[in-house]
């Protein structure tokens, strides 16, 4: 079992930057990806960005690539750093654990407000 908990999620003016942080409790392997998705209200939600947690294998939106960069450290956490933000990122922001075998994202943290004001 994993435990995701987010962290870093605030207020930020356009043109800004935020970093999110998600801190896994348990084992989490090299086969293992960690995505980040996000909702914002009265919107589906919608993927983000994905990492193999080897490193092997990165992968971002559209609507994203260019201005966010998924990495991770050796300690369990994930980090979603953002640059260049804009209001349309404004969202609760979700980092979830795949375990391969499986056909959807596994564990789930609680998500963390992102606000991106104009």
């Known amino acids: 079992h994993v435990h995701l908990v987010e962290s870093g999620g605030g207020l930020v003016q356009a043109g800004g930057s935020l970093r999110l942080s998600c801190a896994a409790s348990?084992?989490?392997?090299?086969?293992?990806?960690m995505g980040w998705f996000r909702q914002a209200p009265g919107k589906e939600r919608e993927f983000v960005a994905r990492?193999?947690?080897?490193?092997?294998?990165i992968v971002y939106a559209d609507s994203v690539n260019g201005r966010f960069t998924v990495s991770r450290d050796n300690k369990n956490t994930g980090y979603l750093q953002m640059n260049s933000l804009k209001t349309e990122d404004t969202a609760v922001y979700y980092c979830a654990v795949d375990v391969p075998g499986t056909r959807s994202y596994d564990y789930w943290g609680q998500g963390t407000q992102v606000t991106v004001s104009s």
């Open positions: 348990g084992r989490i392997f090299s086969s293992y990806a």
């Open positions: 990492i193999m947690w080897s490193g092997s294998s």
